[in-house]
């Protein structure tokens, strides 16, 4: 089979499926993930955990944490400048499990990454 090439994929089938990649891949099982919508109205699916106790017990900081982890080499991508909002509520507490704040599995999170240099927000 061939891999997924897109630089926003987790490896796994629900990821190619959601994204609309092409590509199919072997990983099974129950993946939690959520879509985050960011820079340049960009989806990039983001994989959290395995199992339903660990989903319940993440925190807003764990998924920032992620998100840093796939942006790479792009301006602002310190886990202070990224801002997540979910429904019409901005997520503030970084201790809050996600749960706390209703996201559930594929929910999809808009992001905003604050600019240190004066200039607006993304």
């Known amino acids: 089979m061939e891999k997924c090439t897109s630089q926003f994929h987790i490896g796994c089938r629900r990821c190619c499926s959601l994204s609309g990649h092409s590509a199919s891949c072997d990983t099974m099982g129950k993946i939690y993930l959520f879509i985050v919508i960011g820079l340049n109205r960009e989806n990039m699916t983001i994989d959290l955990c395995d199992t339903e106790e660990q989903m319940k017990a993440m925190t807003l900081l764990q998924l920032k944490k992620k998100i840093c982890e796939r942006l790479p080499g792009r301006a602002g991508n310190s886990i202070d400048n990224i801002r997540l909002i979910y429904a019409t509520s901005v997520l503030l507490d970084d201790e809050m499990t996600l749960g706390s704040y209703g ?3 594929k929910s999809v999170i808009h992001m905003e990454i604050r600019k240190t240099d ?5």
Request: no cysteine; aromatic share 0%.
């Open 103 to 105: 996201v559930q599995h």
């Open 118 to 122: 004066g200039d607006q927000t993304t």
